[in-house]
């Protein structure tokens, strides 16, 4: 078994971001076509209160007030109730974001959401033109939301930067030298990292301290089985003290920031905007808002598109597992990539994921210099600059990752792993965070998979993992303590959706996706009564927008014309 982690990185990684990275920054497009004016207010829809609870009524028949918010971008405010099970018990608001469509007779709204849980769909309709094609630019007015909880909506609170680059990037108790816990505020580019992607088997036993004397096993199981027992204390405290800081800085609104209650939010902004229909655009963990939408309202359900797939009837185990399968897969398509494209890593596979292990081992021991001194790359910082271009696309991904791993393993140089990574986790250089993503992951995860997972379910569960992965494995292996100490819960169950008398549902799954593995798209087309399958063949986190035409297409004439592709197409 290979050597203790961190246990701040099991903690924060709770479940890998399942979030579309086209949302990540905002970029500006001069080729842009010209947006329409739109009138300065959305009336509701004609039968906004049809069937609603008359408590509701207010919300759903509330009109939006659009301003001007930069460039083509109108900016407005929703308020939603905090509880729908007690709508009296006070309001919240959600951020909202509209790219009024090119066309003089658009066809209503586009609602879009990249994922998370956490991510700002605000911001990924900033990025409207790399979101949806021309066509569809065209005819919908693009309508991003950040969901309750999250960003500038009404936000849960944990930590402070500070303390939350501690959270993300310093293990508590640690006893390997690092000692960057105090890199917070120092000004230095991003930081935040978790994740130590460990090695194998092998390169964690190299790693224990070498007390492997004579050769005996038992002494080594000893120390291992010790290293797993501070593991999981320490993990357990942490888990603990995050809740409580959660619980301390959020009150009641921990408990109402889960999917089902974005999926109601969902429905009033449908009302409000004025659509008779939902039209929606969800990418990775947003296609399990949308699926939740399409079961607690399917006669509202018009157009979903829910693209890298979440499998609702997964438990957190699961979903993580098959995230470390995932990843290890994407590993092994880059590696072969590198090894035909001059790999900074090796000649053979052999030699390049001993390089890999032998990276990771060394920045648990002794970070790497990045040019800035109090923010060297420790191992976690590492695990989150290597898995940011696993996400993307090979052509734009492998390139990235061959040079940043060049500078580490071959100059002692972490400095463009540490850039990765601080995007991946929306740092800024000036030590804040874009968001509260890093927050709202456990705390939505927490509510949607309450039953979380015992310290002697994970310890049991570590070779299983280990053996998926080998690099990844052990830190997801831990993640699901993350909820062992929640202090919320969810009454909605995920595992028991199936969207009965929506009209056709279009799911797409790319089969070398690493952060929802294609089987939960199979998975969640299957349990959708009108599911469709689009799969796409390659590597990469999504499809749609991908650099495929014969994806875009699909989905293009799915939104444009209602019409599905035969089911289990696939485009490569």
Known sequence: MSRRPHASRAIALGMMAAVAVAGCSSTDDPDAPPRQDMPPESTPAPDATEGIDPELEKYYTQTLEWEDCGDEFQCSTLTVPLNYAEPDAGDIELSLLRVPASSDEPSGSLVVNPGGPGASGVDYARNAHVVASEQVLEQYDIVGFDPRGVGGSTPIECLDDSSLDEFLSDPPGDDDGSDDADSGDDGGEDTGAQDDADGSDDTGADDTGGEDSGGEDAGTDDGDADDTDDTAAAIAEQAEEFAQACESRSGELLEHIGTADVSRDLDVLRSALGDEALNYLGKSYGTLIGAVYADLFPERAGRLVLDGAIDPTLEAAEVALGQARGFERALDAYLDWCLDNDCPLGDTEEDARASLASLMAQTEEEPLPTGQESRPLTASLAFYGIILPL??????????????????????????????????????????????????????????????????????????????????????????????????????????????????????????????????????????????????????????????????????????????????RTCS
């Open 391 to 568: 996400y993307l696309a090979p052509d734009q991904g492998y390139p990235t990752l061959s040079e940043a791993l060049d500078k580490a393993v071959n100059e002692d140089d972490g400095s463009v792993l540490l850039q990765l990574a601080d995007l991946y986790l929306n740092r800024n250089a000036d030590g804040t965070y874009n968001g509260n993503q890093n927050e709202a992951i456990i705390a939505v995860n927490c509510l949607d998979y309450p039953e979380g997972t015992t310290v002697e379910e994970a310890q049991a569960a570590l070779p299983q993992f280990e053996e998926a992965s080998p690099i990844f494995g052990e830190y997801l292996a831990w993640s699901g303590l993350a909820c062992s100490e929640w202090p919320a819960e969810s009454d909605f169950d995920l595992s028991d959706i199936d969207g009965a008398g929506a009209d056709p549902i279009l799911v797409v799954g790319t089969t070398g996706d690493p952060a929802t593995p294609y089987a939960w798209a199979e998975s969640l087309a299957d349990q959708l009564e009108s599911g469709v399958l689009l799969t796409f063949d390659a590597f990469g986190h999504t499809a749609y927008m991908s650099g495929s035409d014969c994806v875009d297409e699909a989905v293009d004439d799915y939104l444009l014309n209602g019409t599905v592709p035969e089911n289990d």
